[in-house]
């Protein structure tokens, strides 16, 4: 079943305007059809790294997937130290490392489950740390019940990955198990990001391994309940045209998901 659902995210990598991702979700759907969010005004660093060209030509991918305004809404900061979970083809990982500077870090961290199926992925995030352009970016491969940076971190970023933890792949782990590393790798008052697909109302956890959606009410509970404070949630990636009922990989919604993003604080 993971083996084919690979084959399907390869394929549509094109689709998700970055490269290939590990995920059975990770950067496939990052698209919305809220497109005409208005950007808000933003910092000048995240400014700055979105207009890097050692990102690439990234403006239209920036203006579906919305990454800088949600690096703002994350409030990454000029020597911040990023935890990104589960990267991809990079393209959080680039705005991140951009947007923290030299004097900040990004640790790309892979759950052995997804990097047993995503080699090539993680071979290529590898390299990104050893460029100029990159050299604040390390590379990991952890157990899937682990979280761990060099240093304490102020964010916690993860896109479209919570919903597997429960999955078989990922060896059925409580979502509580992720929480709880989340917590202690921030420093007290460090953020927690969420983005992932949302299923519908009363849910819970039942489309994690089929619809590769969660129900949005059971992720905010479950992080609270690790004892993180609740802060807020932007609709940049909402799409009330999304009924819920599809898989993320069905034609009629990739790429068009109904997304969610919250933000969580470490209290301290």
């Known amino acids: 079943m993971k083996t084919m659902i690979l084959t399907a995210l390869l394929a549509g990598s094109a689709l998700a305007g970055c490269g290939p991702a590990a995920s059975p979700a990770n950067d496939l759907a990052a698209t919305s059809a809220n497109d005409t969010v208005p950007a808000t005004t933003l910092p000048a660093n995240i400014a700055a790294a979105a207009a890097d060209p050692a ?13 800088p305004e949600i690096l703002a809404f994350a409030g990454v900061k000029s020597g911040d130290k990023v935890i990104d979970l589960i990267p991809g ?7 991140f490392a951009k947007s923290v500077g030299p004097s900040g870090h990004v640790y790309g961290i892979w759950p052995q489950p997804y990097a047993a199926e995503a080699r090539t992925n993680v071979a290529d995030y590898q ?26 971190v102020d964010l916690v970023f993860t896109a479209q990955n919570y919903h597997d933890y429960p999955d078989k ?33 009363g849910s819970a956890m039942r489309d994690t ?14 992080v609270v309940a690790a004892g993180f404070e609740f802060v807020g949630e932007s609709a940049l990636l909402a799409n009330k045209a999304d ?3 599809l898989a993320v990989f069905d ?7 109904d997304q969610f993003i919250y933000k969580f604080r470490k209290p301290g």
Not at 131 to 144: E, K, L, M
Not at 185 to 201: E, R, S, V, W
Not at 209 to 222: E, F, M, N, S, W
Not at 251 to 257: I, M, Q, Y
Request: aromatic share 6%; proline share 6%; charged share 15%.
């Open 55 to 67: 990102r690439g030509n990234m403006a239209v991918t920036d203006a579906a997937r919305h990454g």
């Open 89 to 95: 083809g990079g393209y959080w990982t680039k705005l």
């Open 127 to 152: 390299k990104l740390g050893t460029t100029p352009d990159f050299a604040n970016v390390s590379a990991s491969t952890q157990p899937a019940t682990t979280l761990t940076a060099a240093e304490p």
């Open 169 to 201: 792949f990922m060896g059925s782990l409580d979502p509580s198990v992720f929480n709880k590393l989340a917590f202690a790798a921030l420093k007290p008052g460090g953020t927690l990001l969420i983005i992932d697909h949302a299923a519908a109302a």
């Open 209 to 222: 391994d089929t619809l590769h959606r969660i129900d949005p009410a059971t992720v905010k509970a479950q």
């Open 243 to 245: 009924n819920h009922t």
């Open 251 to 257: 034609k009629a919604v990739r790429g068009k998901t």
